[in-house]
C-alpha cells in the first residue's frame, strides 16, 4: 500500500515545500527597499547583489521544487542558502525574553525546511515531476533507437 501512497507524497511534499520560497522571493522584489534596509541592518555588506541573488535562488529553487524540474539540485540549492540566512537572519543567541523566542522559532522552522529539502535532495522528485517525465521519454527514445538498429542488422 505505501508504494502507491509513496509518489502521491513526493508530489504533495514538494507542492508544500515551494510555496515559501516562491513568496519570500516575490516579497523581496515588491519589498526591495525594505529588504535592502533589513539586509544592511544585519550588517550584510553588497547589499544589492546579494539581494538580487537571494530573490534568484529563491525563485529559481521555488520553480524547481514545484514542479520537479532538477529538483535535487534546486532543493540543494536553497538548502545551501537557508544555512547563512538563518545563521544571519536569525541570530537567537543574540536576543533577550520574546525576542529570542521569536528567533529561535524561525531558525528552528528553517532547519525543518533544510531537513525537508534534503530528504527531496535523496528522495527525488518522484514520478509526478517534470524530471521524471524527461527521464520517460528519454528512456523510451533509447529504446526506439535501439529497436532501430536491432532491424538494421
Known sequence: M???VNPSLLLVGRLLLAPIFLLSGVMKI????ETSEQMATHGMVAVPFFLVMAVLVE???GF???FGCKA?????VLALFLIP???VFHDFWNHEGPALQNQMQHFLKNVTIIGGLLTLVAAGAGPYSLDA???RKATTS???CAAASALMR
Do not use: D
Open 2 to 4: 505505501l508504494e502507491r
Open 72 to 76: 535535487r539540485l534546486g532543493a540543494l
Open 142 to 144: 533509447e529504446k526506439a
Open 85 to 87: 540566512a538563518t545563521l
Open 133 to 135: 517525465l524527461r527521464f
Open 30 to 33: 515588491l519589498h526591495w527597499s
Open 59 to 61: 525563485l529559481g529553487g
Open 64 to 66: 524547481s521544487v514545484l
